[in-house]
Nanobody, 116 residues
């Protein structure tokens, strides 16, 4: 089992920045992909960005150039730096990790609210 603890959400004005953090603990051996998803009210959960253990990244088109994902393998942590935030970025953000290519774990979610 892997436990995920997220932090860093909050309320910010449009154009502002936030940094989300997610720390993994438990059976961390074999964690390969780490990422962030979000779910806005009435919408499906969607991928925001993910990063492999070797640092390859993938971003949703809607956040490219504004968000940056990074990870610290020594700390078993993944981060999401969010700049130039827009009201459309308002959602609950979830940390996600995949272990051994088959196990999938989710954090509890952290609310990000961007006011116009």
């Amino acid at each position: 089992q892997v436990q995920l603890v997220e932090s860093g959400g909050g309320l910010v004005q449009a154009g502002g920045s936030l940094r989300l953090s997610c720390a993994a603990s438990g059976t961390i051996f074999g964690i390969n992909l780490m990422g962030w998803y979000r779910q806005a009210p009435g919408k499906q959960r969607e991928l925001v960005a993910d990063i492999t253990s070797t640092g390859s990244t993938n971003y949703a088109d809607s956040v490219k150039g504004r968000f940056t994902i990074s990870r610290d393998n020594a700390k078993n942590a993944v981060y999401l730096q969010m700049n130039s935030l827009k009201p459309d970025d308002t959602a609950v953000y979830y940390c996600n990790v995949r272990r051994l290519g088959i196990e999938n774990y989710w954090g509890q979610g952290t609310q990000v609210t961007v006011s116009s």
